[in-house]
């Protein structure tokens, strides 16, 4: 299962593969942004996905492997164990939900400037 949910996450359009953290976990970025981080190195692995609030918190209860993001804002994010568990759709659906959301945000501006109204 992790590695078909590697190649998928990995051909979503635009997405970058990073280590910026070491050889663990695996972010994907789009558009410079985190969607996704893939812990392999554990018993288990952990998937972490950006997720609308209200789902996230309807997910964690009806789901005893999606727990609140771990080491991430927890409103916004949950971290799925890879326990067999949940079905292969509905950690595909999360994935695309995840990518979905980091692609609608806008950019943050960057430079000296940023948060100045001109």
């Known amino acids: 299962m992790v590695e078909n949910l590697q190649a998928y996450i990995s051909g979503l359009p635009g997405t970058a593969e990073t280590f910026p953290f070491g050889p663990q976990p695996c972010v994907y970025k789009v558009g410079g942004k985190i969607f996704a981080l893939l ?3 554990r018993e288990l692995p952990q998937l972490s996905l950006k997720c609308d609030p209200e789902e996230a918190q309807t997910l964690r209860g009806m789901h005893d492997a999606i727990l609140p ?3 991430l804002n927890k409103e916004h994010w949950n971290t799925i164990i890879l326990d067999e568990s949940l079905p292969e759709a509905l950690i595909l659906q ?3 939900e995840s990518y979905r959301l980091v692609l609608q945000k806008p950019p943050e501006r960057r430079g000296p400037h940023k948060g100045i109204n001109k």
Do not use: A, L
């Open 39 to 41: 812990s392999t190195d």
């Open 69 to 71: 993001g771990y080491h």
């Open 94 to 96: 999360m994935t695309d």
